[in-house]
C-alpha cells in the first residue's frame, strides 16, 4: 500500500506491500487517550492536558493521543458556512470542518513539546496519514483493515521509537485523496481504530463529565457515576438519545480493549471513571428467536395502559410463568407476545386480571406465530427498511401479525407456517439495504 500525489489530492493504490507489519510487544503498556473539545477548551485546559500526557509518558507508558477540534470550533465552523446564501457540498463542507481538528493537533503537538516530549502530529494532508475512508462525505466510514494496516506502518514504529503521536479525530481521507469526516462521534471512532493497530491495553476518553452518569444530571440532579457499563447498555442508551458516545462510534470499539471515561479535572490519567466493556457486531443478523411458536395475548378495553395496576399484574404473571418476548400498548389495549408453550399456566391468569378490572373488558389469543428478529448496530442509520420489509411480506401474502422496535433491533411476528419464506425474505431485504 502506497500513497501517491495526483492533480489534486494524495489518493491510495493498491500495491503489493513488501513492508513487514511489526510486532506487537505485549510487555509494553499502550494507551490510547481522546480529549473532547470541552478538554481543550483554553490555554489553561490545553496545558493541563499536556501534563496528564507528560506525567503518564514518564511512567514508561506508550501513548497516541487523539483530540477533538478545541471548544466549540466546529460549531462556529458550521455557523459561518450555513450563513452563506447557499450550502456548500459536502466535500467542501468536510474540508472546513476538519480545519478545526487539523489545527488542534497542531496546538496539542506543540504543548506536548512544551513539556520536553517528542511529538509528532499527523494530518491528512501526510502521506503516512492512518485513517481511511469510503466517500460517504459529512459521514464517511472508516475502512478498518486498511486503517489497521497503516496505522500499524506507520504510527506503531513512532510509538515504539518513543515520539507521542497527535491524531485529529472526526478526520479522515477518502479513497480518492480528498479529506472527509466521519460524523458525529468521529473522535471516539478514531480512537478506537488506533487501539485496534497499536495492541493498546486500554482507551481513556478525557471529557467534561466524570464518566457515564445513571441519568442526565439536567434532568436528574442526584444522578451517579456508573463504574462500569457494557457496550451493549451503552448503545441502548444511545439509541434512546444519549449524546455522550455516539452509537457509530461503538461499533469500532474492539472487545478486548476496555474504554475508560475520565474528567479533564482529574490529575492522573489512571483516575476512576466509567469503564465500557464488551463490544458488538457490525453485522445487520436475521434469526429465529425461538425454535417453538409464540402466542400473542390482547386485552382490549378503554384506558387500559392508563392503569398501572393492569400494567403491574400482567407483568407479575408472566414473571412467573412465561417469559416476555415482546410488549405492544395503546390506550385501549395491550399485547403481549409470549412463548406458547406456557399458555395452560399463564392464560387463566391473565383472564383474571381482565375480570378484576372494568377497563379490560377481554382477552384474545393468537396461537402460532413465528418470532424473527433484525439486530445490529447501524440497523438504526438503514432508512425504510421496515417498509421494504412490510412491503416484500404484503407482496407475498405473508401477513404481519405484529411488529414491533426496540433499540437497534425489529421483532416481526408471523405466521408459524410462513416463518422460513419469511426469513428469508427479509434477509433479502437487509442484503439489500446495506
Known amino acids: 500500500m502506497v500513497v501517491t500525489t495526483g492533480p489534486d489530492a494524495p489518493h491510495i493504490v493498491q500495491e503489493e506491500s513488501t513492508s513487514v507489519t511489526p510486532q506487537l510487544n505485549q510487555t509494553v503498556k499502550r494507551l490510547v487517550v481522546k480529549f473532547g473539545g470541552s478538554s481543550l477548551a483554553d490555554r489553561e485546559r490545553i496545558e493541563r492536558a499536556a501534563h496528564l500526557i507528560a506525567k503518564e509518558c514518564k511512567k514508561g507508558t506508550k501513548l497516541v493521543v487523539v483530540v477533538s477540534a478545541i471548544g466549540k470550533t466546529t460549531e462556529h465552523l458550521i455557523n459561518l458556512v450555513n450563513n452563506s446564501d447557499k450550502s456548500p457540498n459536502k466535500t467542501d463542507l468536510d474540508d472546513v470542518l476538519a480545519m478545526g481538528e487539523r489545527t488542534s493537533v497542531r496546538v496539542f503537538a506543540t504543548a506536548l513539546k512544551g513539556e520536553g516530549l517528542d511529538a509528532r502530529y499527523f494530518d491528512p494532508s501526510d502521506r503516512d496519514w492512518p485513517i481511511i475512508t469510503d466517500d460517504q462525505f459529512s459521514n464517511a466510514n472508516p475502512i478498518v483493515e486498511l486503517c489497521v494496516q497503516r496505522v500499524r506502518e506507520h504510527v506503531l514504529p513512532m510509538l515504539d521509537g518513543g515520539t507521542v503521536p497527535v491524531i485529529a479525530g472526526f478526520v479522515g481521507r477518502s479513497t480518492s485523496g480528498r479529506v472527509s469526516t466521519i460524523g ?9 481504530i488506533l487501539a485496534r493497530g497499536i495492541g493498546a491495553g486500554e482507551v481513556v476518553l478525557v471529557t467534561e463529565a466524570a464518566g457515564i452518569l445513571t441519568a442526565d444530571p439536567k434532568l436528574i ?15 441502548k ?12 462510534a461503538l461499533r469500532y470499539k ?5 474504554v475508560r471515561v475520565i474528567n479533564h479535572n482529574n490529575e492522573d490519567l489512571d483516575a476512576e471513571g466509567t469503564i465500557i466493556t464488551g463490544g458488538v457486531s457490525n453485522e445487520i443478523e436475521v434469526s429465529f428467536e425461538s425454535n417453538t411458536p409464540t402466542m400473542s395475548i390482547t386485552l382490549a378495553g378503554s384506558g387500559i395502559s392508563e392503569n398501572p395496576d393492569i400494567v403491574s399484574e400482567v407483568a407479575e404473571s408472566v414473571k412467573y410463568h412465561s417469559t416476555l418476548n415482546g410488549l405492544s400498548a395503546d390506550f385501549d389495549s395491550l399485547i403481549l407476545y409470549v412463548p406458547q408453550n406456557s399458555s395452560n399456566a399463564l392464560l387463566p391468569m391473565i383472564h383474571e386480571v381482565v375480570t378484576r378490572h372494568g377497563e ?5 389469543v393468537q396461537h402460532d406465530l413465528a418470532f424473527i428478529r433484525i439486530k445490529g ?8 427498511i421496515i417498509g421494504r420489509i412490510s412491503t416484500l411480506l404484503r407482496e407475498t401474502g405473508i401477513n404481519i401479525s405484529g411488529m ?14 410462513d416463518k422460513e419464506e419469511a426469513l428469508d425474505l427479509m434477509k433479502r431485504v437487509v442484503k439489500e439495504s446495506i
Not at 237 to 248: E, P, Y
Not at 378 to 384: C, K, N, Q, W
Open 184 to 192: 458525529r462521534g468521529g473522535s471516539d471512532t478514531t480512537a478506537f
Open 221 to 235: 440532579p442526584e444522578a451517579r457515576r456508573l463504574d462500569q457499563i457494557d457496550v451493549k447498555t451503552l448503545i
Open 237 to 248: 442508551l444511545a439509541d434512546s438519545g444519549t449524546k455522550f458516545i455516539h452509537r457509530k
Open 254 to 258: 474492539d472487545p478486548g480493549i476496555p
Open 360 to 364: 379490560a373488558l377481554a382477552m384474545a
Open 377 to 384: 448496530v447501524g440497523l438504526e442509520d438503514t432508512p425504510g
Open 404 to 417: 414491533l422496535t426496540l433499540a437497534s433491533s425489529i421483532l416481526v411476528f408471523v405466521s408459524w407456517e
